[in-house]
């Protein structure tokens, strides 16, 4: 759509922020309109079919979150870029936007209004693309396999889960080269569990020069880790570095990744974003982790069809239950029933012996090696390495 311009509905309570932003694109050639209400933004979103809506989702009137699954689920507005610009971070809140569907949750501050402007000035088509790893499914078979652990819900375990799960394959199969990429947002979590300690972490490769990013380097730069015995790429250290991670060195971050090792594993926890989705819908196994409590399988859900939609293959898919966190909740089946999807496991409960694991820096199949957990981690790892060669061939 050469020569068209870019249509912004602005949704912000705040009449400084509404100014701003409006004088903001307005100078970049961007047709604004600004409402300050969810009422009025949702009606114009319908009525007009902006380009692009940018919101503070500390809009009062009506949840933020309400108006992004109305949207996400109308046919008329589906496709609208929906970005969040919120006053201060908000993790929890971050999570639940982006399993409904918003496409970007930024920050009110300098270095992300220029993020903003840099998403906005992408190419006609581009600005609303998911996917900063276009064209990866003609890639898809080359190098090693790629898995990706999500959850939908803070609290899961899914970090614990990713960390386990690539010790055990790394010791099931001692001629593979495992390692894990640590791309929970805003803060990883990985090193803490492993005792990782060095300063090497995503915002050092991301920032690395792009012409040598490649398995030579990292195969160099990133050693096996004591007891755990795979690769581990760190995440960032605290939310202000986060914000600054440049979507556009992923693709080939994981290209490199996928060079250097035979298994590499992202960490995504809850974060669902244009920098997580196009890597969910490119790998081998998405491991989907979710709880018992009925919150938790209810926002799982959300987030299933909603990658289902995007083209996720249910046989891509390996959903477990994480009971270690607590014995009350749902059973497998109500669960199942609920996801209206087959749970290929379950962890048993283990008390508070996986958060010891955690504070020693070390894994269940060390910790607890004749435990039942042991056992069925080294099951779950099996099946899951089977499904991504499954997918794979």
Same mark, same amino acid.
């Given at each position: ?51 692009? *809506? ?309 894994? *269940? ?29």
């Amino acid at each position: 759509m050469e020569g068209e311009q870019l249509t912004i509905l602005v949704i912000d309570e705040d009449p400084r922020s509404r100014n701003y932003l409006g004088a903001l694109l307005g100078r970049q050639n961007y047709a604004v309109n600004a409402v300050s209400s969810g009422k009025e933004g949702y009606i114009m979103a319908l009525r007009d079919r902006p380009d692009v *809506i940018l919101f503070d989702p500390a809009i009062s009137d009506i949840p933020a979150i309400e108006i992004i699954k109305k949207l996400r689920a109308d046919k008329r507005t589906t496709a609208i870029l929906c970005i969040a610009l919120a006053a201060s971070s908000d993790t929890s809140q971050m999570g639940d936007l982006m399993a409904a569907g918003c496409n970007e949750y930024l920050f009110k501050t300098q270095e992300s209004i220029d993020k903003l402007l840099k998403i906005l000035a992408a190419p006609p088509g581009q600005a609303q693309e998911t996917s900063p790893l276009a064209g990866a499914r003609t890639r898809h078979k080359q190098g090693g396999l790629l898995g990706v652990f999500l959850s939908a819900k803070g609290g899961t375990g899914t970090s614990s889960m990713c960390a386990n799960i690539s010790q055990c394959i790394a010791a099931i199969f001692p001629e593979l080269d495992v390692a894990a990429m640590d791309l929970v947002l805003p803060i990883g979590s990985l090193a803490s569990i492993v005792g990782y300690q060095g300063e090497f972490n995503i915002l050092a490769a991301a920032s690395h020069s792009l012409e040598d990013l490649n398995g030579d380097y990292l195969r160099r730069t990133l050693i096996p880790l004591e007891n755990w015995h795979f690769r581990l790429l760190a995440g960032s250290p605290d939310p202000g570095s986060a914000n600054s991670l440049d979507v556009a060195c992923m693709p080939v971050l994981i290209n490199a990744f996928r060079q250097a090792f035979d298994v590499t594993f992202v960490d995504l926890g809850r974060s669902l974003s244009r920098i997580s989705l196009p890597i969910i819908l490119d790998a081998d196994v998405v491991v989907i982790v979710t709880g018992t409590d009925l919150a938790t399988v209810t926002l799982t859900k959300t987030v299933w069809e909603y990658l289902k939609a995007q083209g996720l293959d249910s046989k891509q898919v390996y959903m477990l239950i994480n009971r270690s966190v607590g014995l009350e909740g749902l059973s497998k089946s109500d669960a199942e029933r609920i996801l209206d999807m087959d749970i290929q496991a379950t962890t048993p409960y283990l008390g508070g012996t996986f958060s010891l694991a955690n504070n020693q820096h070390l894994p *269940i199949l060390v910790k607890l090696p004749t435990d039942t957990a042991a056992m069925m981690i080294d099951q779950m790892s099996r099946e899951i390495m089977e499904t991504a060669r499954r997918n794979r061939a």
